[in-house]
Every structure is written in structure tokens, then in C-alpha cells.
């Protein structure tokens, strides 16, 4: 595609769902970025995928949080029994590899109530 | 990755240039020095990233300092549209790098009629 996609671009939950936030990244784009952003914050780094294994998974928050990356393309953000402290917007990149300039999709906002 | 370190926030008048400092005193020999900036309710896009050396490409000038502790930022001619967070980061090239961007507080530079 032209861009990293990100879908839903917003999403309301009852505190307790899961959710699942979906990243379309550049076409031939093999490194893939997740990050989240609360509401007056700055950017948050949560996990980086090189094809589809995720080298570092450093920035995840708890266990509860986990992402997935099939056939080096699309990934999957989810969120287990979400929490109001995990309503921000999640943001996903991509670059063409690792180490060079990466272009962020729109996000997702998410709001657990 | 070494830390910057940027002003909170600047004003600047439409059609003037706009620069943008950052300090990164203790950055590595082998860390580039890149920029981002963030317009309200988007996700983060790219500017421009350089070395040592300075660089320009069709939205902005970088210029580093010969000891490469500071850069600067410039917009020739501001617009509004240019009203945005601006984050200057440092981070390492080459495999074996996830090249994972780190994201401070950045500059809110607002732009004024």
C-alpha cells in the first residue's frame, strides 16, 4: 500500500476485553514497530519485529500484552483483559530494514471504560 | 541509545525560518542523528537524519556541530502547518541494531501568524 495502515482507527472496550489493533505495514518493509502513546505523552516503544520474529520485546507493559507478524506483513497487537490505563493510541512503523527512517501509520485510539 | 535533550517549546513567525536545537553531548561515533515531528492527532513523520555532515532535503536543513554534541533544525519558511512536536534522536545504523526510535519530550513549536 501506499502507507502503514492501522485498523480500527478507534476502539472503545468495557474494562476486562480483549482487543486486537491490526498493522498493514509498507509493502517489502521487513522491520515493524509498535508503539503507544497516552494522552499527553510522548511516544512509548513496545515491540520491534524483523520478519516475522520479534528480536526485542523489551517495551511490552505486562503479559499481558503480546503481538504477532505472519508472513513477514501484517501484524497484531492484543490486549488481554485491557485495563483504563491501557487507553492511549497505538502506533505502528515500518521501515524497508532495520536501522533506517521509519513511516508511522495514522494509530489506533484506544478507550477503555 | 544517548539522551537529547530540547527546548520545551518555541514560537515563530509565518515565513520565517523556524531553527530547532537539540543537544546530544554524549552521543557515539557511530549514532545519526535524526528528526521527526508529530502535527496534531497524526502519527510521527520523518525529516531528515544526518551524520556529520550537514544535510537538506525539500523540508528541512540539518546542521550538526563539527563535535557533533548539538544539531539544529531549520525550517527555512515556516508555515502553519509546520505547528508541531519536533523530536530529535539519536540511534545506531548496521545489523545487529533493532533501530528502534526513543522518543523524548520534544520542541512544541507553534507558529503564528
Known amino acids: 500500500g501506499a502507507g502503514v495502515s492501522q485498523s480500527p482507527s478507534n476502539k472503545v472496550t468495557e474494562k476486562g476485553k480483549d482487543v486486537e489493533l491490526r498493522c498493514d505495514p509498507i509493502?517489502?518493509?521487513?522491520?515493524l514497530y509498535w508503539y503507544r502513546q497516552s494522552l499527553g505523552q510522548g511516544l512509548e516503544f513496545l515491540i520491534y519485529f524483523q520478519g516475522n520474529s520479534a528480536p526485542d520485546k523489551s517495551g511490552l507493559p505486562s503479559d499481558r500484552f503480546s503481538a504477532e507478524r505472519t508472513g513477514g506483513s501484517v501484524s497484531t497487537l492484543t490486549i488481554q483483559r485491557t485495563q483504563q490505563e491501557d487507553s492511549a493510541v497505538y502506533l505502528c512503523?515500518?521501515?524497508?530494514?532495520?536501522?533506517?527512517?521509519?513511516?508511522f501509520g495514522q494509530g489506533t485510539r484506544l478507550t477503555v471504560v | 541509545d544517548a539522551k537529547t535533550t530540547q527546548p520545551t517549546s518555541m514560537d515563530c513567525a509565518e515565513g520565517r525560518a523556524a531553527n530547532l536545537p537539540c543537544n546530544h553531548s554524549?552521543?557515539?561515533?557511530?549514532?545519526?542523528v535524526y528528526w521527526y515531528r508529530q502535527i496534531h492527532s497524526q502519527g510521527p513523520q520523518y525529516i531528515i537524519h544526518?551524520?556529520?555532515n550537514n544535510e537538506t532535503n525539500e523540508m528541512a536543513s540539518l546542521i550538526i556541530t563539527e563535535d557533533r554534541k548539538s544539531s539544529t533544525l531549520i525550517l527555512p519558511h515556516a508555515t502553519l502547518r509546520d505547528t508541531a512536536v519536533y523530536y530529535c534522536?539519536?540511534?545506531?545504523?548496521?545489523?545487529?541494531?533493532?533501530?528502534?526510535?526513543?522518543f523524548g519530550q520534544g520542541t512544541t513549536l507553534q507558529v503564528k501568524p
Open positions: 544526518g551524520l556529520k
Open positions: 554524549t552521543i557515539s561515533g557511530n549514532e545519526y
Open positions: 512503523a515500518s521501515s524497508l530494514f532495520e536501522g533506517i527512517e521509519a513511516f
Open positions: 509493502s517489502g518493509h521487513t522491520a
Open positions: 534522536i539519536v540511534r545506531v545504523h548496521g545489523s545487529g541494531n533493532t533501530g528502534k526510535l526513543i
